[in-house]
C-alpha cells in the first residue's frame, strides 16, 4: 500500500523536478575549466558539436553550440585531450546532466599562453616593442627577401601576390623550417644571413596558419631579440589574422597575413608606372634648371673673362663647360635610357598577360566550329536531296504509266476502268489508253 498524503503542496512534476534540479546547478557550480578527453564525438548538420568528456574514473556529457565552436581553430577527434571552459548545465527533457562548452583548448595550450603572457611582459618592459624603435618599411621596394619554409603555402602566397602586382620586384627566399624543435635557430640563422648579406630592401618573416604548438617558434625569446638586432626592416606574417605570436609585436610592422605582407611591400604595376612618368619628368625639369643655370654661369664667366681679356682662360673655361655639358647629357641620357628599358621590360612583361592572344586563339576555335557547321549543313541538304530522289525513283517504279511502256493498256467504259466481262456488253464502246495516247473501240463480241 502507498502511504496516503494529506498535502500536496510537496508533490512535484518531472518537468518541474528537473527545472530545479539545472538552476541549482547553474547557481551553485557555474563556470569551471575541465581538463578531459574526448570521446563519442559528433558534428550535428545543425552547427552544434555533442561530445563526452571522460577521465580513467568517469565521464560527463557535454555540448558546445555552433556560436562558440567557431572559435576553435581545430575541429577536436576521438581522443585529444582537451582543457575546455564551461558551464554545469542539466537537459531536461531526458534529465541529463551535461556541461554546456564555451572555449575548447588543446590541454598544452593553456601553458604555452602563460608562458607566452610571461614572455610578453619581460619584452614589453625593456622596450623592444617601443614604437621608437620601428623601422620605416621603404616606399618603393626593389627586392624582397623572404624567411620561411620553401615548401610551405605561405612562400606560394607571397609569391603569387608578388607575380600579379608586381612582377619587377626582386625575391630573395632564406629557406628556414617554421615548425618544430630546430626552427628557432634555423629563423635567426636566416635573419643573420640576411643581414650579412645585405641584398633585400625588407624581410617578411613568417608561415602559414596553424596551432599554437605549430606556430610557437614565432613566440621564442630568441626570434624576438633576433627580430630586433636586424638592420633591415622586417614586416611580420604569422599565421592568420587572428593569430598573435611575440614576433609580431617586435617586428616593424605586422601583417595579418603572408599575402597581406607582400601586398605591403609591392606597388600595383599602374601605380609604379605613374610614379614613373612624375620622376622621369621631375628629373627633365630638374635638368632643364641645371642646364639653364650652367648656361648663365657660362655666361658671366665668359662676361668676365671678357672684360678683362683674359683670351686663354676664357678658352680653357669655355672647354670644360663644354666637357660638363656633355657629361650631364651623357649622364642624363643613360638614367632616362635605364628609366626607358625598366619601362619597357614592365611593358613586356604585362603584355605576356595580355587577352589578346586569348581571343585570338577564340576566333581560330570559332572559325573552326563555323567550318564544321557549314560542312554539317552541306551533308544534311546531300542526305536529304539524295533520299528524295530514291524516293521519286521508287515511285516512278510502282507508277501505272511505267506499266503501260512496258506494253499493257487500261480499258475505260464511261471513265470506269473495266475490270472483268461482266461489265460490258455488245455494242458498247471502250476508251483504251496506251502509252502514247487513246484507242476508241466498239465491242462486236464477248468471248468469256
Known amino acids: 500500500m502507498f502511504p496516503v498524503h494529506n498535502t500536496t503542496k510537496n508533490i512535484l512534476t518531472v518537468s518541474k523536478l528537473n527545472r530545479l534540479a539545472r538552476s541549482v546547478l547553474e547557481a551553485e557550480i557555474g563556470q569551471i575549466w575541465l581538463s578531459a578527453e574526448i570521446s563519442n564525438f559528433v558534428a550535428a548538420s545543425s552547427g552544434h558539436w555533442y561530445f563526452t568528456l571522460k577521465d580513467d574514473r568517469a565521464q560527463v556529457k557535454g555540448a558546445m553550440f555552433k556560436g562558440a565552436n567557431r572559435k ?58 617601443a614604437q621608437e624603435f620601428k623601422k620605416q618599411i621603404p616606399e618603393i621596394v626593389l627586392k624582397v627577401g623572404i624567411v620561411t619554409s620553401p615548401t610551405g603555402a605561405a612562400l606560394h602566397d607571397i609569391l603569387t601576390v608578388l607575380q600579379r602586382r608586381n612582377p619587377a620586384i626582386e625575391v630573395v627566399i632564406y629557406p628556414s623550417q617554421v615548425q618544430g624543435d630546430s626552427a628557432v635557430s634555423l629563423i635567426c640563422a636566416a635573419i643573420t644571413q640576411a643581414n650579412l648579406r645585405d641584398e ?17 617558434c614565432f613566440n621564442s625569446e630568441q626570434v624576438a631579440r633576433t627580430i630586433f638586432a636586424s638592420s633591415i626592416p622586417i614586416i611580420s606574417a604569422v599565421g592568420h589574422e587572428i593569430d ?76 670644360y663647360v663644354d666637357q660638363l655639358h656633355a657629361s650631364l647629357q651623357s649622364a642624363i641620357k643613360q638614367i ?38 557549314q560542312r554539317s549543313c ?71
Open 336 to 373: 632616362l635610357t635605364q628609366v626607358k628599358q625598366r619601362q619597357e621590360h614592365i611593358y613586356s612583361r604585362l603584355s605576356l598577360t595580355s587577352p589578346q592572344k586569348l581571343l585570338q586563339r577564340h576566333q581560330l576555335r570559332l572559325q573552326e566550329l563555323q567550318t564544321k557547321l
Open 200 to 216: 633585400v630592401d625588407v624581410l617578411i618573416v613568417g608561415r602559414g596558419g596553424g596551432s599554437l604548438e605549430d606556430l610557437w
Open 72 to 129: 576553435v581553430h581545430q575541429k577536436p577527434k576521438e581522443g585529444d585531450k582537451v582543457l575546455v571552459k564551461a558551464n554545469i548545465s542539466l537537459y531536461e527533457p531526458r534529465g541529463d546532466y551535461q556541461i554546456i562548452v564555451e572555449h575548447m583548448e588543446p590541454e598544452g595550450e593553456g601553458q604555452l599562453k602563460q608562458q607566452f603572457e610571461v614572455l610578453k611582459r619581460q619584452l614589453a618592459s625593456e622596450g623592444i616593442f
Open 378 to 448: 552541306q551533308q544534311l541538304v546531300d542526305n536529304k536531296q539524295q533520299k528524295l530522289l530514291n524516293n521519286m525513283h521508287l515511285l516512278d517504279t510502282v507508277s501505272p504509266l511505267a506499266t503501260l511502256a512496258r506494253g499493257y493498256s487500261i480499258s475505260f467504259k464511261h471513265g470506269e476502268i473495266v475490270k472483268n466481262t461482266q461489265q460490258v456488253q455488245v455494242g458498247d464502246v471502250l476508251v483504251t489508253r496506251l502509252e502514247d495516247g487513246e484507242v476508241h473501240s466498239k465491242i462486236n463480241q464477248i468471248q468469256e
Open 244 to 319: 598573435v605570436s611575440i614576433a609580431d609585436f617586435v617586428a616593424d610592422m605586422r601583417a595579418p597575413t603572408p599575402s597581406a605582407a607582400a601586398e605591403l611591400v609591392s606597388q600595383d604595376q599602374s601605380t609604379l608606372h605613374n610614379k614613373t612618368l612624375i620622376l622621369q619628368d621631375k628629373l627633365l625639369k630638374a635638368f632643364s634648371r641645371l642646364q639653364q643655370a650652367r648656361l648663365h654661369q657660362h655666361q658671366a664667366v665668359k662676361q668676365r673673362l671678357l672684360h678683362n681679356h683674359p683670351q686663354k682662360q676664357l678658352e680653357q673655361k669655355s672647354q
